[in-house]
């Protein structure tokens, strides 16, 4: 089936729904992209007179909490298991252990609730139901412009700065490999649409404080390269954020910033509660996959940018470096 048939099918299907439960990915943490996606069909949905409801395993970091719409994010589990809908809508991941709904999306499934995906992560495991899945695109947040885009829906302010903040930090303010001519497109025209690029890049990027930049500093210093893999690793425990009097994701940023390093690939690791580790991948070479790395430890990506959780703590080790144990 063509592409514009897809988003024609996917439209109709979410204009047909009565009650539409939308997922951003939870496994790595949300980040701008999926909840860009999300809340941007949320809003589209509320100017079609649609009920939706948006489920995150983990709320918005504090960062994004800009987004319009952001407020309206659940968390909690319980709360869905007691709502009606007849569609669920996956968007930027299509691995249902990724949901933080895995048992209820499975009991859905078997009840018969339609599924569609949009995506733009290559695929890893298959989900029936109506799939908008391309890798080619810089993210999710472009499939979402260019759907709205083939059927003429009107596009906001609100959804326009929701798709561009997904844009601005999948492609890092338009400067790494995934920045095409598509995106480009799009990023300008929800500019014309009310998207303001300077509020985005400012809540997302030259956000940080000094007491941040210092724990940057110290997880340079901490940088070790694996003798055994090449793969350079460095690490945040919990103890370096609560000394720092600094929130779970001050370290947001740290690993694309070091995939400017000459290596076969960056790892951060970084600490979270309740016996979680995040990990998160950058390589900027061709012949390495860092997605197939996080997906050892249940997360996914792209080939050069990935992420994942885990479960243990960070320990050192004077051969390997730092390590997951």
Same mark, same amino acid.
């Given at each position: ?7 024609h099918d996917i439209l109709q299907a979410l204009k047909a729904a009565r ?145 561009l903040t997904g844009l601005i930090t999948d492609t890092q303010n338009f ?6 001519? #598509?995106?480009?497109? @799009? $990023?300008?025209? &929800? ?7 300077? /509020?985005?890049? +400012? ?32 690490a945040l425990t919990i103890a370096d954020l609560k000394e720092a009097d ?54 996914? #990506?792209?080939?050069? @940018? $990935?992420?994942? &959780? ?7 080790? /004077?051969?390997? +470096?730092?390590?997951?144990?």
């Amino acid at each position: 089936m063509a592409e514009h048939d897809i988003a024609h099918d996917i439209l109709q299907a979410l204009k047909a729904a009565r009650h539409v439960l939308i997922i951003p990915h939870g496994n790595p943490r949300p980040d701008g992209d999926c909840l860009g996606a999300a809340l941007a069909v949320h809003h589209f949905l509320a100017d079609n007179g649609r009920v939706a409801t948006i489920f995150c395993a983990y709320p918005a970091p504090e960062m994004l909490q800009y987004l319009p719409g952001a407020e309206h994010i659940i968390t909690d589990p319980a709360v869905i298991t007691a709502l009606d809908y007849d569609l669920v809508l996956l968007v930027d991941f299509h691995n249902l252990k990724n949901s933080g709904l895995e048992e209820q999306l499975q009991a859905a499934a078997a009840r018969g609730v339609p599924f569609v995906v949009i995506d733009h992560h290559p695929r890893q495991v298959e989900i029936t139901g109506t799939t908008l899945l391309v890798p080619e695109a810089a993210a999710t947040c472009e499939l979402i412009y260019w759907l709205f885009d083939q059927a003429a829906v009107p596009i906001n302010k609100d959804m326009a700065t929701c798709l561009l903040t997904g844009l601005i930090t999948d492609t890092q303010n338009f400067t790494n490999a995934a920045t095409t001519v #598509g995106s480009l497109h @799009a $990023a300008a025209e &929800l500019v014309k649409r009310g998207a303001r690029p300077h /509020d985005i890049t +400012g809540a997302t990027w030259k956000n940080k404080e000094i007491k941040i930049l210092q724990l940057w500093g110290k997880m340079l210093l901490r940088l070790h390269e694996n003798p055994d893999t090449g793969i350079v690793t460095t690490a945040l425990t919990i103890a370096d954020l609560k000394e720092a009097d600094v929130p779970l994701d001050a370290a947001d940023g740290v690993a694309n910033f070091l995939n400017n390093l000459d290596a076969k690939a960056v790892l951060v690791l970084r600490e979270e509660e309740n016996g979680i580790v995040k990990g998160s991948i950058r390589t900027t070479r061709d012949d390495v996959d860092v997605a197939a790395i996080a997906k050892q430890y249940g997360g996914g #990506g792209h080939r050069k @940018a $990935a992420g994942f &959780l885990a479960t243990g703590k960070i320990v050192w080790d /004077d051969t390997l +470096g730092w390590l997951i144990k």
